[in-house]
């Protein structure tokens, strides 16, 4: 099988630095190669608007400016897994242009590093931006260095099991990978369908792929609970509906856990 | 170092008595304890033995035994020595000298603990002080919101340390840029010690990190991520701090950098700093 591509942002910020960090110490968990991207926005300055040679050779500078910001990143970060060799700098909306590229580039994976916020509403904001809800592949967003590889495939009675059993294989292709899964709610009351018949059922889907949790739990609390309950994960797996906008209490315990979430849809 | 470490007759002192020994046995720092009395109105205290005349001598005797215990048999840095003597130093001062290869002062004052605590951290020029506190109050001595009035007064760093919890984790909040080398090496201590983990959590302006706080975050995590710590980011919005500090659990130390150009030294007033210590359910730890 070949190698699955990953389009990581190459910025000089903190959240970009912990994913390309996190991505090189997973990437023989994920098998994943890096395709690092830079969009460097164009200020609203009067350059901007000209045409002809001066807008191209000020276009190409920004360009270069921005393959050398990339390079001097990725030299700094000293990164010992498969990063392609040739970055991809664009000039233009950051939005636009990764999401263009997530388009026309066909890579299996968004990557992208997120300080994680007490305050939940950035990530609501995230999900309902053009970028999530237009990309045509999942999302990994990092939160944080975890040096852990268990992995927790969660479930909420919204999960279409099925689709998320199926990506979670494809990323995941070694039968034998340690993960638990585990199935979300505040409390088990009235749930249609209740918590141990979704983990009945994502075993089910799994055991016919050849996969078998190491461990199948309800985690019935308060979002701050579950994402303590959850920190110690390297990676939760999470399957998304994009097209419902209501906040939901899974999504507000993603918003919250600090580990780095995979979010499929 | 210098470590101050105030007591008081409660169980919540020798509690942090013997968190003090665990923090000197790795950085062996030069040690004051400091006990606060009554005003004296006795004129004639010659009359009396020391430990008549100055009952708390009794308390700072067994708050040393305690601490050396501590510290353990092997650990040869301060004095052992039962028979001190009690003298008069400058200040109103009474003092018994226990040093050893590193000075360890117990000291006596009265009046005021804010007062004496804040005084004595400013004559010894100490780094941390150290304050035991209870649970779900902060009365300390005679006096009530002691360590949260201690915290905001004194110009080092203090650690205010509930009693019998162990953190498992520190968070750090982070607002500028002028974090000292001190109180890096002082979280690394604390995490080390108590087995935690470590969260940094940079605070946010006008919802935006700030580039030279953005940067010390790095900065910080590549610190802590190359000694082998595992050290976790967030971000808080500066409207939610206060609801973040007072969401700590018992199982947290909250760590404040309060540096003098800290915008949280605006945002927390004199009496926020106070109310934050005194009120919390973790341990509170304000580095300056």
């Given at each position: 099988m070949d190698m699955m591509k990953a389009l990581v942002p190459v910025e000089m910020t903190l959240a970009s630095n912990v994913a390309l960090r996190y991505l090189c110490q997973k990437a023989g968990l994920l098998g994943i190669g890096v395709q690092p991207i830079h969009v460097e926005e164009p200020d609203?300055?009067?350059?901007?608007s000209e045409t002809g040679w001066i807008r191209k050779s000020w276009e190409s500078g920004l360009r270069q400016a921005g393959m050398e910001e990339v390079q001097r990143v990725l030299k700094s970060e000293k990164l010992d897994c498969f990063v392609l060799p040739n970055p991809i700098v664009r000039v233009g909306s950051r939005e636009d242009r990764i999401l263009e590229e997530l388009r026309m580039g066909g890579h299996d994976l968004f990557v992208e590093g997120e300080v994680v916020n007490f305050n939940t509403g950035e990530f609501r904001k995230r999900l309902r931006s053009k970028l999530y809800r237009q990309m045509p592949c999942p999302a990994l967003i990092v939160r944080n260095m975890i040096q852990s590889d268990r992995v927790a495939l969660m479930l909420d009675e919204k999960t279409d099991v099925e689709y998320l059993v199926a990506q979670f294989c494809k990323f995941f292709t070694d039968t034998g990978t340690d993960f638990d899964l585990c199935a979300y709610a505040m409390d088990d009351l009235h749930r249609d369908p209740h918590p141990d018949e979704l983990l009945a059922e994502a075993g089910r889907i799994l055991e016919k792929r050849g996969y078998a949790p190491a461990m199948a739990y309800t985690l019935l609390c308060g979002p701050d609970s579950a994402s303590q309950a959850l920190h110690d994960y390297g990676l939760l797996v999470a399957h998304m509906d994009r097209k419902s906008n209501r906040k939901s209490p899974l999504t507000e315990v993603l918003g919250l856990v600090s580990s780095p979430i995979l979010l499929c849809w | 170092m210098k470590l101050l470490v105030a007591v008081d007759e409660n169980a919540y002192s020798r509690y942090a008595v013997h968190q003090a020994a665990r923090l000197a046995a790795n950085t062996w720092p030069d040690m004051v304890m400091l006990a606060i009395e009554k005003n004296r109105t006795y004129v004639d205290e010659d009359d009396l033995n020391p430990e008549e005349a100055h009952p708390k001598i009794r308390l700072l005797h067994r708050c040393r035994t305690d601490f050396l215990e501590a510290l353990g048999p092997d650990v040869d840095l301060y004095g052992r020595e039962e028979d001190l003597t009690l003298a008069h130093k400058p200040g109103k001062v009474l003092e018994e000298n226990a040093s050893g290869r590193k000075s360890f002062l117990l000291h006596l004052r009265h009046g005021d603990p804010v007062k004496a605590i804040t005084a004595e951290a400013r004559a010894e020029k100490s780094d941390l002080v150290i304050v035991g506190c209870g649970h779900h109050d902060a009365a300390w001595g005679r006096g009530s919101d002691v360590p949260g009035k201690v915290a905001d007064a004194v110009e080092c760093s203090v650690y205010i340390i509930r009693e019998n919890m162990t953190p498992s984790r520190v968070v750090c909040c982070l607002d500028h840029a002028h974090v000292s080398q001190e109180s890096l090496e002082l979280i690394n201590q604390w995490v080390t010690l108590y087995g935690a983990e470590l969260e940094v959590a940079g605070v946010l302006k006008h919802g935006d990190l700030r580039e030279n706080v953005e940067a010390k975050m790095t900065e910080v995590l590549d610190y802590y991520l190359d000694r082998g710590i595992q050290a976790r980011v967030r971000v808080v919005d500066e409207s939610s701090l206060e609801a973040f500090i007072e969401a700590g659990g018992e199982n947290d130390l909250m760590a404040l950098w309060l540096h003098h150009q800290s915008p949280l030294k605006r945002l927390f007033s004199t009496s926020k700093v106070a109310s934050l210590v005194n009120h919390a359910s973790s341990s509170m730890l304000i580095l300056r």
């Open positions: 609203h300055k009067p350059h901007s | -």
